[in-house]
């Protein structure tokens, strides 16, 4: 009996180990390949010098293939050709198709992140190969940041170029490519590295096109201020700036709808517009009237296919004629709406509200009896004599006393308002906040220079906008301290700018390569500014600069 039972019992067993070795597990692929390729073997060796080969292999732990070759790869100094480089399985060859070197020079093959593996494109970063035509490597560097000259901001994969000295011309960088190249990293900084001991001219380009040349006013510029010799490793800062074009001209013509038109410039300039046909003056409107702008924008009325206009740009002494071809007026009436300046639900303190439409209204059809301001505090909601003016042909201001710090309702009904077209106005139902003093801060700001020039002072928020701004200047026997009072300021957190402004134009000028003249300097303080809601902040700022 006990025999019986072992039996059974190892049959039992013999049956589970069966079962367990039939299991179907599921197949990993292990861990996932993270490191880029490493190199084994170059021939001849990196920083081989009196190199004399046609070719270089270059031999790695894995294979390889080439990824944006053309944007990564930089041979400095230049060649007069173009080598042939390839991959095959692990290796990666140079081919220099016997065209000569240059005698007593070092070159340097920087891959940046052009040489991946081939299973999973992991990037070998910033490879270099190094060689010498001569008895040595030269070992000279410079590093440097190319920042923005109007904000002091890093800018990455920009271009720098160096020229050697014996080429001292001042078009060197519209006509010819740099003797080295190099470019920037995501922080804005670069580095040439195995240069000899020589004179340079330094450049920076945002180069669009790619082609290592300045092309004018369409691409940013970055230059040092004078010849540079190296006899020790250096470092450089770069402001790039973008020209203003040395010329002003018409780039298109819009008219989005009838009753508006807009004619765009390629540069601010101070425009004035007149009518070709003198009869059709009174039905033209032009806005911004006077002030440096782009954008040319009119209003127009009673006017059908062509409208010749003068457009006489006063800042460059030139006139152009244009003609604007007008759409054709729709016979359906439409209607329409209009913007305040109260559209984010706040209206800005001491401000009037205003209505601005886009075409020229008939300011005679007005009916203002269905338009109703409310306010409203502690639940009571009172109902406001209207008080009203058109400031001009599409804006009208209402002209109530408004208390800060209370809610107010503006509702108008359809047909309110019509334009010299026959269109009318939707019913609308508009609500905002007054703004009041308590919920506002002021900022006081102690500055000390060590100039004696004029400076515009901005305080700035994080979208890069101006919300206050306000310029300075010194007389010679006075002091280099000012305090100057921002008041009313929305709580946020502000940094402050200050532009350097040399010519007291009061606004920020850009550089100039042909005349050599850098763009104005901008210091941004270091600290953000948090103003809070009724509380006054005192910032004192010492420039050194």
Not at 35 to 40: D, G, H
Not at 61 to 78: G, R, T, V, Y
Not at 266 to 293: H, M, P, Q, R
Not at 396 to 413: A, P, R, V
């Amino acid at each position: 009996m006990a025999k019986q039972s072992a039996k059974i019992l190892l049959a039992v067993l013999f049956i589970l180990l069966l079962e367990r070795c039939a299991q179907i597990g599921t197949l990993s692929g292990g861990v996932r390949d993270t490191t880029p390729p490493k190199l084994v073997e170059a021939i001849p060796a990196n920083k081989t010098v009196n190199f004399n080969s046609s070719q270089v292999i270059l031999k790695f732990d894995e294979h390889i293939k080439l990824a944006d070759l053309p944007n990564q790869l930089i041979i400095s100094p230049k060649l007069g050709f173009d080598p042939d480089i390839s991959t095959d399985g692990k290796k990666l060859i140079i081919n220099f198709n016997k065209e000569p070197l240059l005698p007593n020079t070092t070159y340097r093959f920087y891959f940046g992140k052009a040489i991946i593996d081939m299973t999973e494109a992991n990037a070998l970063q910033n490879f270099e190969y190094v060689f010498s035509t001569g008895n040595n490597i030269d070992s000279l560097r410079i590093k440097g940041i190319v920042l923005n000259a109007f904000n002091n901001k890093p800018e990455k994969d920009i271009i720098i170029g160096l020229y050697n000295k014996v080429e001292d011309v001042d078009s060197l960088p519209y006509k010819k490519t740099p003797n080295y190249i190099t470019r920037t990293s995501e922080s804005g900084e670069f580095t040439f590295g195995n240069l000899p001991h020589a004179i340079y001219k330094v450049y920076a380009l945002a180069d669009k096109n790619k082609n290592y040349m300045y092309d004018g006013d369409i691409e940013s510029i970055a230059f040092n201020d004078s010849a540079l010799e190296l006899s020790s490793d250096t470092s450089i800062k770069l402001k790039l700036f973008k020209e203003e074009a040395p010329k002003a001209f018409i780039k298109k013509i819009n008219s989005p709808y009838y009753g508006f038109s807009q004619v765009i410039l390629n540069k601010k300039s101070i425009l004035s517009l007149e009518t070709f046909n003198k009869e059709d003056a009174k039905n033209i409107f032009e806005t911004n009237v006077g002030k440096e702008k782009d954008t040319l924008s009119f209003y127009y009325k009673n006017l059908k296919d062509t409208l010749a206009l003068l457009v006489k740009n006063v800042s460059f002494k030139k006139t152009d004629t244009v003609k604007v071809q007008l759409p054709k007026l729709s016979l359906v009436k439409r209607k329409f709406n209009f913007s305040t300046n109260a559209a984010t639900g706040n209206l800005p303190i001491n401000t009037a509200l205003r209505l601005t439409f886009l075409s020229w209204m008939d300011t005679s059809k007005t009916d203002l009896s269905t338009l109703k301001l409310t306010s409203k505090k502690d639940s009571l909601i009172q109902e406001q004599p209207l008080k009203y003016k058109w400031i001009n042909i599409n804006t009208l201001e209402i002209g109530n006393k408004l208390k800060q710090g209370m809610n107010y309702s503006l509702k108008t009904d359809t047909s309110t308002f019509f334009d010299m077209n026959g269109n009318k106005n939707d019913s609308s139902l508009i609500n905002f906040q007054t703004q009041s003093e308590n919920e506002l801060g002021k900022l006081t700001l102690k500055l000390l220079f060590n100039k004696k020039q004029g400076y515009l002072v901005q305080v700035v928020n994080d979208q890069e906008q101006i919300i206050r701004e306000q310029f300075v200047t010194f007389s010679l026997s006075g002091t280099n301290a000012v305090s100057i009072d921002f008041t009313n300021i929305t709580p946020g957190t502000y940094k402050i700018k200050i532009v350097f402004d040399t010519n007291e134009n009061k606004k920020w000028d850009t550089g100039d390569l042909n005349l050599k003249i850098q763009p104005e300097h901008v210091f941004i303080h270091p600290k953000p500014i948090k103003v809070l809601a009724d509380w006054e902040i005192e910032e004192e700022i010492l420039i050194k600069e």
